[in-house]
């Protein structure tokens, strides 16, 4: 489900979809990292989630498999957290 959804965020409808239901700052602070890379924002967001994925410590992965969980669209729910923290860390 997570990595269906992540192979998808390359599509401008989904990631659209995504965005759409993230915090106004959060979806602004990817649109300009987005433009600061110069990359289409499907294809920022489905790198950044991927590297996340890729670097994640255990101590990250407990609490996005803790969101997972409770969330009625776990991969929609673990893909807006990742976001989330990584353009809030920056």
Known sequence: ??????A?????DVARGV??????DVARKIEQRAAAASMPMTD???GA???F???ADDDLWFQLLTII??????????VQTIL???VMDQ
Do not use: N, T
């Open 69 to 78: 969980r409770k969330s009625d669209d776990p991969g929609l729910a673990a």
């Open 84 to 86: 989330q923290w990584v």
């Open 19 to 24: 965005v759409a239901a993230l915090p106004s």
């Open 8 to 12: 998808q965020l390359e599509r401008p």
């Open 53 to 55: 994925l890729d670097g």
């Open 49 to 51: 989630v991927r590297e």
């Open 1 to 6: 489900m997570l990595g269906e959804l992540i």
């Open 44 to 46: 920022f967001m489905a």
